[in-house]
């Protein structure tokens, strides 16, 4: 459990730097291009790791195709392309901070996507922590434009 909040975390930060280096970088490309690039780099870098780097779960098999086929896995797919190109427009029209602080609502999207596909429960708190992210970029988004 302890492991698996210290990776949250050290995801929260490597996104916060990719909002900033995603701000520079997409002065000089467009997103579409940015995604090409970004893609054959993650391809290259994924690749490897998974056939030599990876447990027995991790390495490329036959059976994969079942997987890679099946509904979820391509709505993961288009959902995935999506929320990086939607994220990437933002953070070039309207900067990274101002994007980060609409994106950070997503935790809301999460319980509500889960209460349907996956039908686990909500639970008050969350509906309290829910009203608090809101708040909370409101008030940042509200501030930074006086």
């Known amino acids: 459990m302890l492991y698996g909040i210290f990776l ?24 579409p291009k940015f995604l090409v690039f970004e893609s054959i780099f993650i391809f290259i870098v994924a690749l490897p790791v998974s056939l030599y780097l990876g447990g027995a779960d991790s390495r490329l098999s036959l059976g994969d195709y079942k997987v890679i086929f099946a509904p979820p896995f391509l709505l993961l797919m288009v959902a995935t392309f999506f929320g990086n190109y939607f994220i990437l427009s933002s953070v070039q029209k309207i900067g990274a901070t101002t994007a980060a602080m609409f994106e ?10 889960a209460f349907y596909i ?3 429960p909500i639970h008050w708190a969350t509906l309290i922590g829910g009203f608090l992210i809101l708040s909370g970029s409101w008030l940042i988004i509200y501030f930074n434009k006086l």
Not at 104 to 113: D, E, G, H, K, R
Request: net charge positive; with cysteine.
């Open 118 to 120: 996956l039908k686990q």
């Open 104 to 113: 950070i609502t997503f935790p809301l999207f999460v319980v509500i996507f």
């Open 8 to 31: 949250s975390i050290c995801a929260a930060l490597s996104w916060g730097l990719v909002y900033v280096l995603e701000q520079k970088v997409l002065v000089q490309f467009s997103v």
